[in-house]
């Protein structure tokens, strides 16, 4: 049995669905590359606390094939590090740069592999009983890679859902104890 995408189906509902479904998300091969601003929310959890970090990135697409950006991740909530000495974080932020590959990108529906890389800072407070209360800093690399699936919404509308793993690098040992497994959605516009 032979398959041929360009032929019209038999059945004219189906042709008329297939037609609307590529017409609405089919990108163009001709372009070159053009800029995109991307948000996203993700879910993990750091010492069995429940954190919701965001990251905002603008970055460059390259055929709809490639992307390469600029991102910032900051988390607004507070969380422990290390309930025996009260150390909490208060602010965690890292930004740095992110590598995509997205094979199939033209299908309404493909997979995107994407990895962020970055640093940044922890900074927060000791406050044990009977201690006064002293701030703490740490400074620490940050790794990310997540696997999605992505969704052309329409030309430049994209929607992404998937997991990765946000791994910690610091000399402090109870920072790279919050490494986590995450899940991610995300929205992004491409301006052409």
Do not use: R
């Not at 996203?40 to 959890?45: E, G, L, V």
């Not at 390259?62 to 000495?85: A, P, R």
């Not at 922890?122 to 620490?140: C, D, L, M, Q």
């Amino acid at each position: 049995m032979e398959f041929n995408a360009y032929q019209i189906p038999q059945d004219n509902d189906l042709y008329i669905q297939q037609n609307l479904i590529t017409e609405v998300s089919q990108n163009s091969s001709k372009d070159n590359f053009h800029i995109f601003a991307s948000q996203s929310a993700a879910y993990t959890q750091m010492n069995g606390q429940n954190i919701f970090p965001t990251t905002t990135e603008l970055g460059i697409e390259l055929n709809h094939y490639f992307q390469t950006s600029l991102f910032c991740t900051y988390t607004f909530q507070e969380f422990t590090i290390d309930e025996k000495n009260n150390e909490t974080i208060k602010n965690f932020w890292y930004c740095g740069n992110s590598l995509a590959v997205v094979p199939f990108a033209s299908s309404v529906v493909h997979p995107k592999i994407k990895i962020y890389g970055g640093a940044g800072q922890a900074f927060g407070e000791n406050s044990t009983p009977g201690i006064i209360n002293k701030s703490i800093v740490h400074y620490f690399w940050a790794l990310t890679p997540v696997v999605s699936a992505e969704v052309n919404i329409s030309e430049n509308f994209k929607f992404n859902i998937g997991a990765g793993y946000q791994l910690i690098m610091s000399d402090y040992k109870k920072l790279s104890d919050t490494s986590n497994i995450e899940g991610v959605a995300s929205i992004s516009y491409n301006f052409k």
